[in-house]
């Protein structure tokens, strides 16, 4: 598993105007291919009326999945600078559809591939970015005349508590990155003097917002 990694934030479009030829970008999250083609298909039908709905994804911890088309643009100039942008933001299980309806007005090469990577850059920028960071949850028993000092120095601390149990003790769940998990122990048993029970959970991944 990745340690860290960025990819969008959810379901987002924006529409753009070029030489009066409309753009309207879609970018969503897709774990896997199949979801990525459902999305595009999606889209597909949602703008059937459309002159083109050009699309890419990138799939997979390393980007082993990459997909671009062009969707009746000349080859090179819609898929590919949709695509581009992906890599360029280093975005993961990303996919961007730009559906456009052609206004009259021929951009060429060169303008349609400007027009494509903007579209895709300002609807990625319209929807957000989150960075994906690997946590595993700690969790810490402790008993009740501790629980006021943990906390409290928890949360001026960097690590971000998950939830608190109650139960005949206290039993606290605190995200802590994966490799910080030994100076985390380390840190909860000086402050404890030794009066705490730490174990390690589960991996998950907590999102934070880069804009």
């Not at 970008?25 to 083609?37: D, F, L, N, V």
């Not at 990138?58 to 890599?87: F, M, Y």
């Not at 975005?91 to 027009?115: D, E, H, Q, S």
Request: aromatic share 10%; charged share 25%.
């Amino acid at each position: 598993m990745l340690t860290r990694y960025y990819t969008i934030k959810g379901y987002g479009e924006h529409e753009i105007v070029i030489q009066k030829s409309r753009f309207i970008a879609y970018i969503s999250r897709a774990e896997t291919e199949a979801e990525a083609q459902e999305f595009i298909q999606m889209m597909k039908k949602k703008h059937w009326d459309a002159t083109h709905n050009c699309s890419a994804y990138l799939i997979g911890e390393r980007d082993q999945i990459q997909k671009a088309n062009d969707d009746g643009e000349p080859s090179g100039t819609a898929g590919v600078p949709i695509l581009e942008v992906l890599k360029k933001k280093q975005l993961k299980n990303t996919v961007a559809v730009i559906t456009r309806y052609f206004g009259g007005i021929k951009l060429g090469a060169g303008g349609l591939i400007r027009a494509y990577g903007k579209a895709t850059s300002e609807g990625i920028n319209a929807t957000g970015i989150v960075e994906r960071k690997l946590m595993c949850v700690v969790r810490t028993k402790i008993d009740y005349t501790w629980l006021g000092k943990i906390e409290n120095e928890l949360r001026s601390s960097i690590y971000k508590i998950k939830d608190i149990h109650y139960y005949d003790h206290v039993e606290i769940k605190t995200f802590v990155e994966n490799n910080q998990t030994k100076l985390f122990k380390e840190w909860m048993t000086d402050l404890t003097n030794g009066q705490s029970v730490i174990n390690e959970g589960e991996l998950v991944y907590l999102e934070k917002d880069v804009f």
